[in-house]
Each structure stands twice: as structure tokens, then as C-alpha cells.
T-cell receptor
Framework: QKEVEQDPGPLSVPEGAIVSLNCTYS??????FMWYRQYSRKGPELLMY????GNKEDGRFTAQVDKSSKYISLFIRDSQPSDSATYLCAMRRGGGSNYKLTFGKGTLLTVNP | NAGVTQTPKFQVLKTGQSMTLQCAQDMNHNSMYWYRQDPGMGLRLIYYSASEGTTDKGEVPNGYNVSRLNKREFSLRLESAAPSQTSVYFC???????????FGAGTRLSVL
């Protein structure tokens, strides 16, 4: 079993739809969870950062972590064509000296006008 | 503020040729990373440098070498390029205790 599983999609939705992106993981040591957005032919950029279980909201984006189920989600409300990108989940273990992130393979999202 | 700068942006090599990919960050970050990204494989860590003067292997180090030249610069070298090394290469650096990684724009490498 891969440490991090992410449905690669592709996912195509109409403008204004609510989008749900998900990752599951197997390593219970993961404590920090991130979502990166990557536009075509660009580098990934951090979108959301969360620690431990719960929800975090930033504008139209909500990140949700359920450590008991080893499941993380990213919700996008009122999706826009500019949200069309690949979304990568990433996570790492705790500890100040742990530097490595484990990434999901990414989900390609297209929002159609 | 340039962030993480990678050069070159594109490169075509013949099998057996060597080259060095350059990465520099101007954010005073301690840790730097090299990834490759292939279709269906996601981002895979090649090498990382937790601090100036140290380097460690990641998930896919074979065929690569790295040098942490100083705090700003971290280079990736392919000594004898192979077609399997055709990929998009990303450099990243890490900020503070949260270890949030900031990525460069990438180098697209084709090995013929």
C-alpha cells in the first residue's frame, strides 16, 4: 500500500460547483498536512496548511483532516475557471528535524465556464 | 523577491552527456530539495540538504549527485544522462519550523 493515495482524476466541473478533493494515507505518524496547487508548466505552490485533525478555512477553500480515518480533503466553493490546476496533497511526520514531505500523485481539476 | 530560481528552464541532452541543474533561493532557508515529476508518478524526492554542508538521499537518488555549494545554492548533476531521466525537475526550499516548501518553476529535461 502506498503511503499516500490520491485519485488522479481528471475531474471536470462547471463553474460555480463545489469541488471535493481527497487523499488517504497509511502512516499514522503524519501530523502536518498540506495542499499544493500546480498550474500547467509551473511549480507547485502552497494552498493550505493544517496540523492535526479539524477544519481550516481560507476564502473559498476549506481543508479538512480526519486522523482517525487517515483521510484529508480539500473543498473548493464557487469554483472558478482560474481554479483549473493539479492539486497535490502532501504530509509529513512531526519533529523539528523531519524535513521530508510525502506527496500524493495529484488530481487534475478543470472548471468549465 | 525572486524566491527559488532554477536554471536552465529547458534542456535537451543526448544519452551519456552530463549536465548540472542549478537552484538558488534568496529566502535564507536552511533546507533545500530536488524532486522529479513524471506523469502518473507524482513528485519524487531525489536528494535533499537539511542544512548547509549536509546532503542525504531521497527516494530516487540513483544516477544523480548533488552539491550544497552554500546556503543559497543547491545543484543537481547528471553524470551520464539516460532516457529514463527525462522528466521535469523541481527544486524547493523550506521555511522555519513549519517546513513549508517553496518550489521553483522547474527544469524540463529531455534525454534522447
Amino acid at each position: 500500500q502506498k503511503e499516500v493515495e490520491q485519485d488522479p482524476g481528471p475531474l471536470s466541473v462547471p463553474e460555480g460547483a463545489i469541488v471535493s478533493l481527497n487523499c488517504t494515507y497509511s502512516n499514522s505518524a503524519f501530523q502536518y498536512f498540506m495542499w499544493y496547487r500546480q498550474y500547467s508548466r509551473k511549480g507547485p505552490e502552497l494552498l493550505m496548511y493544517t496540523y492535526s485533525s479539524g477544519n481550516k478555512e481560507d476564502g473559498r477553500f476549506t481543508a479538512q483532516v480526519d486522523k482517525s480515518s487517515k483521510y484529508i480533503s480539500l473543498f473548493i466553493r464557487d469554483s472558478q475557471p482560474s481554479d483549473s490546476a493539479t492539486y497535490l496533497c502532501a504530509m509529513r511526520r512531526g519533529g523539528g528535524s523531519n524535513y521530508k514531505l510525502t506527496f500524493g500523485k495529484g488530481t487534475l481539476l478543470t472548471v468549465n465556464p | 523577491n525572486a524566491g527559488v530560481t532554477q536554471t536552465p528552464k529547458f534542456q535537451v541532452l543526448k544519452t551519456g552527456q552530463s549536465m548540472t541543474l542549478q537552484c538558488a533561493q534568496d529566502m535564507n532557508h536552511n533546507s533545500m530539495y530536488w524532486y522529479r515529476q513524471d506523469p502518473g508518478m507524482g513528485l519524487r524526492l531525489i536528494y535533499y540538504s537539511a542544512s548547509e554542508g549536509t546532503t542525504d538521499k531521497g527516494e530516487v537518488p540513483n544516477g544523480y549527485n548533488v552539491s550544497r555549494l552554500n546556503k543559497r545554492e543547491f545543484s543537481l548533476r547528471l553524470e551520464s544522462a539516460a532516457p529514463s531521466q527525462t522528466s521535469v525537475y523541481f527544486c524547493a526550499s523550506t521555511q522555519g519550523a513549519q517546513n513549508i516548501q517553496y518550489f521553483g518553476a522547474g527544469t524540463r529535461l529531455s534525454v534522447l
